[in-house]
């Protein structure tokens, strides 16, 4: 069934999980069972093997300077790079750019950009609707602020945006929908039950709305220096530091608005130390990433490993290490790229484990297979025809419970959502553009998300 090397990922909610070791860093997969043509009727078998490495140290190439407290991008082929200075992360105005080849697979090398208008550290680096924004942060270590600025790619040069509603500094932000972007998290100063508010940002119109009650984080949720991330509607902020280190999880749901967010605690960072600090975060492909980071009772102090959060089935689902320099100060210099075959790149720059350095360290990143089975009497899920141009089919069979169905674009926006029963299911997509939607189907212990081409 050649649609299976088309799947988005195929998991249940609750793993045993395979680490695979790294044995050829130049594949995408390397070592595990690779998915092929498999049998049908199919069924999720409760095993799910991934495979995961970081590339040699000197793989990539190394930033000019030492830096910590860097802020980095991806848009389409560049990833972007603020770096503050490697002494003590005091400000800079250093603006870099990094071309990533089409296979992701190193070489190249950093070019200056054009200096942002201020000296700054310790901000938030988001990309939203093809531009950049830089917001918030001090000019030296543990500092605040409220501007914000926005580069275009285009002209190649920085503006000036309305600022931030409040200064903060080790904060996090997030673009949702290509159009909003949301800022939470920080100062320095903050405690988990103080500075709550989550901003929203409409780069459309230059304005910023405070969320504040229900809509803003919940009381035991603030932090710095966190790792942060946005999969579709969900935004996830995981570990940081406010008082003592902290491996505690909040997912926010974003509602029908921009001003409607659902927080919730989620499991804590699958670690075996009391908490995490300062370590990195991205989402991508349906996971979430913390990288490195700080670690309260651990020696050495600077983490090598990766946790793997699963936002469908709200599980840490696996982790590894090989980090080539375990490291802090990183919270907000990791980005993530999706390659052909599903495979999730991690870009971290820049790294402090004692001392600043230049590193620029990348991983891949992808779950190979979950063990398919040709069985009878059991869960058996199959969607088809694909592509289709006016209604797919979801067919089931001997599955109890409720099970939904939810189509879902590749911004993240839920489209629909429907109950299906054991049997086939037609699903009518005719009002749907052409293009790729992700279809979840759902219930019972039953998750997959599968991609769908409407012609």
């Known amino acids: 069934m050649k649609k299976l090397f088309y799947s988005l990922s195929i998991v249940l909610c609750l793993f045993v999980c395979a680490n695979v070791s790294a044995q050829n860093l130049n594949s995408d997969i390397g070592s595990g069972n690779i998915l092929s043509d498999a049998p049908s009727p199919m069924v999720l078998s409760p095993s799910a093997t991934y495979y995961s490495a970081w590339y040699p140290l000197a793989t990539f190439?190394?930033?000019?300077?030492?830096?910590?407290?860097?802020?980095?991008?991806?848009?389409?082929?560049?990833?972007?790079?603020?770096?503050?200075?490697?002494?003590?992360?005091?400000?800079?105005?250093?603006?870099?750019?990094?071309?990533?080849?089409?296979?992701g697979t190193g070489g190249g090398t950093w070019v200056t950009g054009t200096a942002l208008p201020a000296i700054k550290t310790q901000g938030a680096m988001v990309a939203c609707n093809g531009k950049i924004y830089y917001i918030g942060g001090g000019t030296a270590a543990a500092g605040s602020g409220t501007d914000v600025y926005e580069y275009s790619r285009i002209t190649g040069q920085w503006t000036t945006r309305a600022p931030l509603p409040i200064a903060r500094g080790g904060h996090g932000a997030v673009s949702w929908g290509d159009s909003v972007i949301f800022v939470m998290g920080g100062p320095w100063s903050t405690t988990p039950t103080t500075n709550l508010q989550v901003f929203a940002y409409r780069p459309a119109t230059n304005t910023w709305i405070t969320l504040t009650g229900t809509n803003a984080l919940p009381s035991g949720a603030g932090r710095r220096a966190f790792g942060i991330g946005i999969w579709g509607n969900k935004i996830i902020i995981a570990g940081g530091y406010a008082g003592a280190y902290l491996k505690s999880v909040y997912v926010g749901t974003i509602g029908a608005n921009a001003s409607l967010i659902t927080w919730a605690a989620a499991p804590d960072i699958s670690t075996t130390y009391p908490g995490l600090s300062r370590m990195g975060g991205t989402?991508?492909?349906?996971?979430?990433?913390?990288?490195?980071?700080?670690?309260?009772?651990?020696?050495?102090?600077?983490?090598?490993?990766?946790?793997?959060?699963?936002?469908?089935?709200?599980?840490?689902?696996?982790?590894?290490?090989?980090?080539?320099?375990?490291?802090?100060?990183?919270?907000?210099?990791?980005?993530?790229?999706?390659?052909?075959?599903?495979?999730?790149?991690?870009?971290?720059?820049?790294?402090?484990?004692?001392?600043?350095?230049p590193n620029f360290e990348v991983a891949k990143f992808k779950l190979t297979s979950v063990g398919l089975k040709d069985v009878t009497n059991t869960n058996v899920f199959r969607i088809y025809p694909n592509p289709s141009n006016g209604t797919i089919n979801i067919y089931l069979s001997d599955?109890?419970?409720?099970?939904?169905?939810?189509?879902?674009?590749?911004?993240?926006?839920?489209?629909?959502?429907?109950?299906?029963?054991?049997?086939?299911n037609k699903i009518n997509i005719a009002s749907l553009a052409k293009g790729v939607y992700l279809i979840t189907v759902k219930g019972n212990q039953l998750l997959k998300t599968e991609k769908i081409i409407v012609q």
């Open 399 to 424: 599955v109890n419970g409720d099970i939904t169905a939810e189509i879902i674009n590749i911004s993240g926006q839920l489209l629909s959502k429907q109950q299906i029963t054991t049997g086939n």
């Open 283 to 357: 989402a991508c492909n349906g996971y979430f990433f913390t990288i490195g980071g700080e670690r309260s009772g651990g020696n050495p102090l600077y983490e090598d490993t990766t946790h793997v959060y699963e936002f469908a089935s709200n599980t840490w689902v696996y982790n590894f290490g090989g980090k080539p320099t375990g490291a802090s100060n990183i919270f907000n210099s990791n980005s993530s790229k999706l390659y052909p075959n599903d495979t999730i790149k991690i870009f971290s720059v820049g790294a402090y484990n004692g001392a600043a350095l």
């Open 61 to 103: 190439p190394a930033l000019p300077a030492a830096t910590l407290y860097a802020e980095s991008v991806i848009i389409d082929d560049t990833l972007y790079a603020h770096t503050p200075d490697g002494a003590a992360g005091a400000g800079t105005t250093t603006f870099l750019k990094y071309k990533i080849n089409t296979a």
